[in-house]
């Protein structure tokens, strides 16, 4: 196994610059994700740890070692092409079995190779079923089973479940969560969803444009968040990010819709992050307050949007509370909870928070 | 202003039965949402509604209207589809004033439409963009506000959020219903993900295999789900169901988790439901929101599986007695994956559903918080 390295990677189309001037280090055994939106880069990346792309400038190296003159098939990283890419008139043997035919693998070892990577994968009984009649998790067992098989350095995956509906979703994600920390093989996994990314990367590369805005543990990025870019990714319903400054001890938004007791607002214009969750509702004192826009009810919360001037506030409320459209409102902040970010987007830090 | 009824529809392709006796009345000015996994028969019946099929028996009627034989263009239905279809060569004014003009609404008055309907929808600024370089974000709002601008009777949608991202989805579900709510269209929204129907429709018409589950508001199907398809399938993550028998104890009635251990006795009027129905072999559900961890010897048995914190809140994994559950909690939640714990599911956060027929005991009454 591996750790995988970029060392100033920059790769160009044409006048298209894809990735950035990027360096990371994907440690042995981690399962990391490329998050963003489209063509921020993630699957050029992918491809040029794959060896189908070259970069234009730089280094990759593969546990210290510079790969980036060796081809594809020298580098030994497996794409896992998900259950769809299941051959249907094979059985789940017969798709582990195909890659080693391909390479033509003698007969005795591709039987020993196929039962151990049974074993780990815990799919010794459903072996001679066909695709068809495997359950989503099993055919993505069997789909991992294929790539295991040749016992690759590290595993690539391009965003394999998003094409599954949502409760699936949820499960499949859990279920290779589950298998790769029984195997503690690398896995570098790319996806556009934040809920998965945050689900279950170890750590997690926020890009933008080519380039990594944030690397770090979910946890990290979602809780110190390093530009309102990043900010604004992670999270449902997104974080509030209202445009202001401090006035007496309180920060009003740009238009003075609206107030918040806010202690620490750095100097000057700045724009004030604060997750939905750390807002709760109060009712209002004489003349301050927001206009209640929508409440939607999800059941165990509440997303409750508040209009106040241009700006729309989103506050998530635990439970099922009565919140009247149209009503006013005051909005109370979890100070401990606050970001700020200046103009170019960078956060600061608080004055005294 | 107009109301739906459908009345005793079916279809049948070929052999197969999409859609199997559907009664439902669709009120003037609702937000109803169609809700189900793909092949529940959904979009079959949204496209009854919108006269692109026919159904294989019974009616559709708008108002008291018979639609049997009123081809599509004459239903007077606003459509928007997943796969927006937008003319690439025209630019978003046009586009926007393109359905009153074949009407032939005077310019003055499309003017005044399409700068009103751009404003709500955020596109003043693209107005006179070519529609071919535009963003998928953008050209959804763009189908939408073209729909929306002829200010249609009823107005059909069919997964129109499925291919945009979320942060943008989640800012369009509230604009979306912000914006039936101002213009009181009678709105039929087919989802597949329940957090839209939820979060959007005034209520939700749940599907599977053909066959409508439950209709409800939101908050009632999701307290009161009438069987455990609507259980599961309504939540994020869905309701917990755990094969349970009811025993006696002390006078008052549980349920007996096996390995788990015996709950706490049930609440006073699910236990009444219970007892009336004779029901002994039920699913014991409780949603992963209203569970809390117990000490001592409290609650039921439980082994952390997993635990995976999504930003504002940590889902924590369960095995009960074999049965996979989870947990909804604040992210200081003190269970670490590999470790035993102590589970209580809130004393009216209980429902129990037969275990043969699927259907809810009792739990018509009842809700949650």
Redesign the interface.
């Given at each position: 196994m591996a750790s995988i390295e970029f060392r100033s990677v920059t790769k160009r189309f044409g006048d298209t610059l894809a990735v950035d001037d990027m360096s990371f280090r994907i440690e042995d055994g981690e399962f990391f994700c490329f998050f963003g939106p489209p063509l921020a880069g993630k699957s050029t990346i992918l491809r040029m740890i794959l060896g189908l792309e070259r970069p234009d400038s730089g280094e990759i190296l593969f546990d210290g070692r510079p790969v980036t003159e060796v081809g594809p098939a020298a580098r030994n990283v497996a794409m896992v092409f998900q259950n769809l890419a299941l051959f249907p008139h094979l059985s789940a043997e017969g798709n582990i079995r195909f890659p080693l035919l391909e390479r033509k693998v003698e007969a005795g070892s591709i039987a020993r190779r196929v039962a151990e990577v049974a074993e780990k994968l815990h799919i010794g009984h459903i072996l001679h079923k066909l695709p068809a009649h495997l359950s989503g998790g099993e055919r993505q067992r069997v789909a991992i089973a294929r790539a295991l098989v040749r016992d690759p350095v590290a595993y690539l995956m391009d965003d394999p479940i998003s094409a599954l509906d949502a409760r699936l979703r949820e499960e499949m994600r859990v279920e290779l969560k589950r298998i790769q920390s029984e195997l503690g093989r690398t896995l570098v996994y790319v996806t556009h969803d934040q809920e998965e990314a945050m689900s279950i990367a170890d750590r997690m590369a926020i890009l933008e444009a080519g380039a990594i805005r944030q690397i770090g543990s979910p946890t990290d990025a979602y809780d110190r968040p390093a530009s309102d870019y990043v900010a604004r990714l992670l999270g449902a319903p997104p974080m509030n990010l209202l445009q202001g400054s401090a006035v007496d001890g309180e920060f009003r938004l740009a238009d003075g819709a609206i107030a918040l007791p806010l202690s620490g607002v750095p100097e000057g214009t700045v724009t004030v992050g604060i997750r939905p969750e750390n807002l709760s509702l109060a009712p209002p004192a004489s003349g301050a307050g927001a206009t209640v826009f929508e409440v939607e009810p999800l059941g165990g919360f509440t997303v409750v949007t508040l209009s106040a001037g241009e700006d729309r506030v989103r506050a998530l409320l635990r439970g099922q509370p009565k919140v009247e459209t149209d009503s006013r409102v005051a909005l109370a902040v979890n100070p401990a909870a606050v970001h700020f970010f200046a103009a170019d987007g960078r956060a600061l830090s608080a004055a005294s928070v | 202003m107009t109301s739906i009824r459908l009345d005793h529809l079916t279809k049948k392709f070929g052999s197969f039965a999409a859609l199997k006796t559907m009664d439902m009345e669709i009120r003037d000015g609702e937000f109803m949402a169609l809700l189900g996994?793909?092949g529940c028969g959904k979009s079959t019946t949204m496209n009854i509604i919108a006269g692109m099929e026919g159904p294989s028996t019974g009616r559709v009627l708008f108002g008291d209207r018979d639609m049997s034989g009123v081809p599509m263009p004459k239903r007077g239905v606003g459509f928007v589809f997943q796969n927006y279809a937008i003319f690439t060569h025209m630019n978003v004014r046009q586009n926007l004033a393109y359905g009153l003009k074949v009407r032939g609404t005077p310019q003055p008055e499309i003017n005044r439409r399409v700068t009103t309907i751009a404003e709500f929808l955020q596109l003043t600024q693209f107005l006179d963009q070519p529609s071919a370089k535009l963003s998928v974000n953008i050209l959804q709002r763009l189908a939408i506000g073209r729909s929306a601008i002829v200010e249609p009777a009823i107005f059909l949608l069919d997964e129109p959020l499925s291919n945009v991202?979320?942060?943008f989805r989640?800012?369009m579900?509230?604009e979306l219903?912000?914006l039936q709510?101002q213009f009181k269209q009678t709105m039929v929204y087919v989802t597949?993900?329940?957090?839209e129907a939820?979060?959007?429709a005034d209520r939700i018409a749940v599907m599977d295999h053909g066959v409508l589950q439950q209709v409800g508001t939101?908050?009632e199907v999701?307290?009161n789900p009438a069987n455990v398809f609507v259980a599961?399938?309504?939540?994020?993550?869905?309701m917990n169901l755990v094969p349970a028998t009811l025993v006696e104890r002390d006078g008052q009635l549980r349920a007996d988790l096996g390995a788990a251990g015996i709950s706490a006795p049930l609440a006073p009027e699910l236990a009444a439901a219970a007892r009336t129905a004779g029901a002994g072999e039920v699913w014991y559900g409780f949603?992963?929101?209203?569970l809390s961890v117990a000490s001592g010897d409290a609650g039921l048995a439980a082994g952390v599986t997993?635990v995976?914190?999504?930003?504002?809140?940590t889902?924590v994994?369960f095995d009960i007695a074999g049965e996979p559950a989870k947990g909804?909690f604040e992210n200081d939640v003190a269970l670490q994956e590999g470790s035993a714990a102590r589970l209580a599911p809130g004393p009216d956060a209980v429902r129990l559903f037969d275990r043969q027929s699927g259907n809810a005991i009792g739990g018509s009454t009842h809700?949650?918080?």
């Open positions: - | 996994p793909s991202d979320a942060a989640a800012v579900r509230t219903k912000h709510r597949h993900d329940q957090l939820m979060t959007m939101p908050l999701y307290n599961r399938f309504i939540g994020s993550p869905g949603r992963p929101e209203e997993f995976e914190r999504i930003g504002s809140r889902v994994h909804v809700g949650l918080h």
